[in-house]
């Protein structure tokens, strides 16, 4: 009899300290989980900029690592760069999709300033800005909302 009242003392402990650290360890992990997961789009999302600045350099008589509009273009010259503001739209749109909403966290929000920054350095040549009303339509609403207020923004901080 004393086994038994051993037994079900036993079994009451790890139902009392047992299943609340195995919830704690399953919410633990699934955070960890999601932070990596997080980490990872972030890390594939800076790859892809990275690509973008190696095609950038590919083509480096659009000199589009220039602040400044590139003016004289030939019409060959035009449509890459187009091409290429294109891709560079894909990405944004892209890492606004998966990085992006209202309200998030400060790790998050650390990210997305990044992204921010990039859209407003690209946003600060007036081709590109020039570019977006052809580069938008049929892309996602919100991001197009987005980077047409940062153009606007970058825009009127270049005129005063």
């Known amino acids: 009899m004393p086994s038994m009242q051993i037994l079900e003392m036993l079994s009451m402990l790890?139902?009392?300290?047992g299943l609340p650290l195995a919830i704690f360890i399953f919410v633990y992990e699934q955070r960890k989980e999601r932070i990596n997961e997080e980490e990872e789009i972030y890390q594939m999302l800076s790859d892809g900029y990275?690509?973008?600045?190696?095609?950038?350099?590919?083509?480096?008589?659009?000199?589009?690592?220039?602040?400044?509009?590139?003016?004289?273009?030939?019409?060959?010259?035009?449509d890459r760069l187009l091409a290429m503001f294109a891709i560079l739209i894909s990405l944004f749109e892209r890492a606004y999709l998966v990085a992006y909403e209202p309200g998030m966290p400060e790790r998050r929000r650390r990210r997305w300033a990044s992204w921010e920054d990039f859209m407003r350095e690209w946003c600060r040549r007036e081709d590109f800005r020039a570019a977006l009303p052809q580069l938008?339509?049929?892309?996602?609403?919100?991001f197009a909302a987005?980077?047409?207020?940062?153009?606007?923004?970058e825009a009127a901080g270049r005129s005063s």
């Open 50 to 78: 990275t690509n973008f600045l190696t095609l950038s350099l590919d083509h480096s008589d659009l000199q589009l690592q220039s602040q400044q509009a590139t003016s004289d273009l030939s019409p060959e010259q035009r």
């Open 136 to 142: 938008l339509p049929g892309e996602d609403p919100e």
């Open 14 to 17: 790890v139902t009392i300290f």
């Open 146 to 153: 987005y980077i047409r207020r940062i153009a606007e923004e």
